[in-house]
């Protein structure tokens, strides 16, 4: 029993969580010699580390945003040594490819869930629960009023809104983030009901992505040189922050709507001021978050971004021992710039 | 419920005021009398009587849902809204069961008269038969606040599509001292009549802010100035012996202040006027600041003490009625006159003073004028057109507001909150602090004033730089310098830094200032000397 003395599996320092026994870290957010990574998501796979691990599916996204750096890869499922440390990447169903990291030392297993959501959007890998004694979880929405709507039920409302508007002659403008809820939403759509333009930071996801063998339905990239009347009734897929600018004012008339966690809460929805908000988010909602808690069998709950006191402070009356991490990651923020940054 | 429902949806869903009108309108073509009667009284903020605590009802969706209190009050700070809160936390319901608007809200009513435990199941009951937008709209009916993102001029307008009534006529017959209980459809929209109706104030003319130079306005000479006041908008009416107050919020607000009554000895029956309630200052002739004025509303009934510390006073400066003739299509120029004629022939004590009108014979000199606005207690001027008819609701074109520039001082960000309802993930609450040697002294709050570019900016910055938490509360670092605008500055024994500031807003990010240059404690006292 002398390897419980050992300290913690995993320890959180200023570049991000660190598992001593292994002598790496998980999704740090400053420059490390050795960085796992559970998805591509810029809040968590960031430039300036010596070598990265990933998963197979998500490194074709991280090597499109980073670039050329040292990645390997790895199976779900498969275990690799590291140092005293045994991992394995387990699907967390976020988005395609992406990861929860199980680190165990000397018995003791710690899961890293990264950012997950327990619904299957059709297209990233279902969510696994991994059994463990401790989880690191993110709780963007850690509060009982999130509570996520059956996904073929917004997937007709969304088709229903692009519907309408093509009978009154506008285009559909859908603001979301350009990795993971485009294409889950590409994946939602009806191909049938006019054109699908896609935003250029978009589009270069799609096309990774549909590489990797992800169906995607056929969608046409905005270019300058692109007509909008010849594409009459079109849905423009945008992340969010294209959504009220010059590049998006060309499709008039249109009816603008976002695709968002947030869009459950009207307040937030009026904030925005868009036609539409649709509840669709690739976060775990209260229940999944419960759920997913209580399947891994943990008794050690850390929690490390979105409603942590409220989160944390229910974790504890709910019996589990559970503290607060502080970290860098965002989770589901709809005013992100981060995916806009290139030209259309 | 389920096209009240529907119409709420709609309105929700889109920003077009088009779009709402439309809505609106059509909804009002189709619905039973009944509906849409409750609808306008709705929207024209006449709501059906709570009879169940706000507390209760935390505590039953609480208990229904399986959460502790605590965690349904976090949710509510997050949400910012209880109807929703409540219709979010909810379970789904487990049958639906259709009952007209109407129906509901007589429902409503018949819980007053059951015992507060037997009100529960029924609650209980209804929120388990209504679907997710039914149910917020619910919540909204027995909690009594109903926001619909609808201005009264938006749904008067739809009213008025689709009955082919003329607008302003509408608003006017929609003034008053109705409830669905006391009228009909019929009676209320298609009645000829609005006279019949002795209480009832005539709609408002409102003033948009003057952005541009007042020169554009054209030739001083067709133009009229006042003091622009900071009491409360007031109509009083005086027909049939009786004696009518109105707040601009269309509150009948006339037993508050009994000095007033003294004016049914001296006006003629059929005299409606407008103006601006103030506590008065009587020696030396000249308005207290609002807080004293704030002391008078919150009351129905007032004690002697507070009538003699706070006495209020109508400044009137518009004549809307004269002997039972509706004057508002009469010149502006043409109603002063007849206003002050009418006001000089009353007492000092009457309680109704004449608001006057500010000379000037060029634009340059009003604008030296309006500099003076603090010294009379004014925050501006009111710019009116000689000729100009009284309309209803905000117009622009005729009158407009022409306030004093606020008051400014740099204060230093510490305390950040998140905000809730409309800007749930952002800190957008602060608290700011003035220099007192090396110590800083928190003064006011502010939150309001920046871009949403900059809320999200501070954001992100106040997440990375938490030095502490106080529930919501977080401490941060002394780094960022707001220029924090106010139109007043008064003593205050309530606030621990003595003073209380008057619609207090960042009007700055002062990125440029190193937080040492922040203003300082004594600077903030000079304020207090000069314009407190």
Redesign the interface.
């Known amino acids: 029993m002398l390897e419980l003395m050992a300290g913690p599996v995993l320890t959180f320092t200023d570049r991000g969580i660190y598992c001593p026994a292994g002598d790496f870290h998980i999704d740090p957010w400053r420059p490390v010699d050795r960085a796992l990574i559970t998805h591509g998501h810029a809040d968590h796979a960031r430039w300036g580390h010596r070598a990265y691990l990933a998963t197979d599916g998500a490194a074709p996204v991280i090597r499109m945003r980073l670039g050329d750096i040292a990645l390997e890869t790895i199976a779900y499922g498969t275990t690799r040594q590291i140092g005293d440390a045994r991992v394995s990447f387990h699907p967390a169903g976020h988005v395609p490819g992406s990861a929860q990291i199980r680190v165990e030392v000397a018995g003791e297993i710690w899961v890293v869930s990264g950012d997950y959501k327990t619904v299957d959007d059709g297209l990233s890998e279902p969510f696994v629960p991994v059994p463990c004694h401790a989880f690191i979880t993110e709780c963007t929405f850690g509060?009982?009023?999130?509570?996520w709507p059956d996904p073929a039920q917004i997937a007709a409302e969304i088709n229903g809104w692009w519907t309408a508007n093509v009978a009154a002659g506008r285009f559909s403008l859908l603001g979301a983030y350009s990795l993971g809820k485009a294409q889950r939403l590409l994946a939602a759509l009806d191909p049938a009901v006019a054109p699908i333009l896609t935003h250029g930071a978009i589009e270069n996801t799609n096309a990774v992505l549909r590489n990797q063998g992800y169906a995607l339905p056929d969608t046409i990239r905005v270019t300058p040189e692109l007509k909008p009347k010849d594409h009459p009734g079109a849905l423009v897929l945008a992340p969010p922050s294209a959504l009220g600018t010059s590049w998006a004012k060309r499709f008039t008339p249109a009816s603008d709507a976002f695709a968002s966690g947030?869009m459950?809460?009207?307040?937030?929805?009026?904030?925005r001021?868009?036609?539409?908000g649709f509840v669709v988010s690739d976060h775990a909602d209260w229940a999944g978050l419960n759920t997913a808690i209580s399947e891994t069998g943990a008794e050690r709950v850390f929690v490390t971004h979105g409603?942590t006191?409220?989160f944390r402070?229910?974790l504890e009356?709910q019996g589990y021992d559970a503290g607060i991490v502080?970290t860098?990651y965002s989770g589901e923020?709809?005013?992100s710039t981060e995916d806009v940054v290139e030209a259309p | 419920m389920q096209r009240f429902a529907d119409l709420f949806t709609a309105l929700?869903?889109?920003?077009?005021t088009k779009a709402k009108v439309t809505a609106l309108a059509g909804y009002f073509r189709e619905a039973p009398d009944a509906d849409r009667l409750w609808t306008i009284a709705l929207l024209s903020g006449r709501r059906p009587k709570r009879t169940i605590t706000t507390t209760r009802l935390r505590e039953w969706a609480a208990e229904r849902?399986g959460?502790?209190l605590?965690?349904?009050e976090?949710?509510y700070d997050?949400?910012?809204?209880l109807a929703?809160?409540i219709a979010?936390?909810l379970p789904p319901p487990a049958r639906t069961v259709e009952r007209s608007l109407t129906d509901w809200i007589a429902w409503l009513k018949s819980l007053a008269a059951l015992e507060e435990p037997d009100r529960k199941p029924e609650i209980l009951a209804a929120w388990d038969s209504l679907p997710g937008p039914q149910r917020f709209v619910f919540n909204k009916l027995i909690t009594g606040g109903f926001r619909m993102?609808v201005s009264r001029k938006l749904m008067t307008r739809a009213l008025a599509a689709a009955t082919d009534i003329d607008e302003a006529r509408l608003a006017h017959r929609l003034m008053g001292d109705w409830t669905p209980e006391t009228t009909s459809f019929s009676e209320l929209v298609l009645s000829d009549d609005p006279a019949d109706d002795l209480s009832r104030p005539y709609p408002f003319y409102l003033a948009y802010q003057l952005d541009d130079p007042p020169e554009n306005l054209g030739d001083p000479s067709d133009w009229r100035a006042e003091w622009k006041w900071d009491g409360i908008r007031g109509q009083l009416i005086r027909r049939d012996g009786q004696l009518h107050i109105w707040s601009r919020g269309e509150e009948l607000m006339t037993d508050r202040f009994p000095e007033l009554r003294a004016t049914l000895d001296h006006m003629p029956d059929g005299t409606v006027l407008d103006g601006e309630l103030l506590a008065w200052d009587h020696e030396a002739a000249r308005p207290m600041p609002f807080n004293a004025l704030q002391r008078r509303i919150g009351r129905k009934s007032v004690p002697k003490k507070l009538l003699a510390e706070a006495p209020v006073v109508l400044r009137a400066y518009d004549l809307l009625e004269w002997q039972g003739s509706d004057l508002r299509a009469a010149p502006f120029a043409d109603r002063r006159a007849r206003l002050d004629a009418l006001l000089d022939a009353l007492p000092a004590d009457a309680g109704i003073q004449p608001s006057p009108l500010v000379p000037f014979d060029s634009w340059e000199a009003l604008a030296a004028t309006r500099e003076t606005a603090r010294d009379a207690n004014a925050e501006g001027l009111m710019l009116k057109r000689a000729a100009s008819p009284y309309l209803a609701g905000r117009k622009k074109g005729d009158w407009w507001k022409w306030k004093v520039a606020p008051l400014v001082i740099d204060a230093v960000m510490i305390y950040a909150q998140a905000g809730?309802?409309?800007?749930?993930?952002?800190y957008t609450d602060f608290t700011f602090a003035v220099w007192k040697g090396d110590e800083l002294v928190p003064f006011t709050k502010a939150y309001s004033g920046l871009t949403?570019a900059e809320f999200?900016q501070i954001t992100a910055w106040v997440r990375?730089n938490?030095l502490e938490?106080f529930g919501p509360v977080r401490r941060v670092p002394p780094e960022h310098v707001f220029e924090i605008a106010f139109e007043g500055i008064q003593r205050s024994a309530r606030h621990k830094s003595g003073v209380a500031l008057r619609f207090p807003r960042m009007s700055r990010w002062r990125h440029d200032k190193p937080a040492a240059e922040a203003n300082s404690f004594d600077d903030l006292q000079a304020m207090l000397a000069t314009y407190g």
């Open positions: 509060l009982p009023v999130f509570r947030w459950a809460l009207r307040g937030v929805r009026r904030r001021a868009a036609d539409r409603y006191a409220q402070q229910w009356s502080e860098d923020e709809l005013d | 929700d869903q889109t920003t077009s849902a959460l502790p605590w965690l349904f976090a949710s997050v949400v910012g809204d929703e809160t979010l936390i993102g809730h309802g409309r800007r749930a993930n952002l949403d999200r990375k938490t938490r």
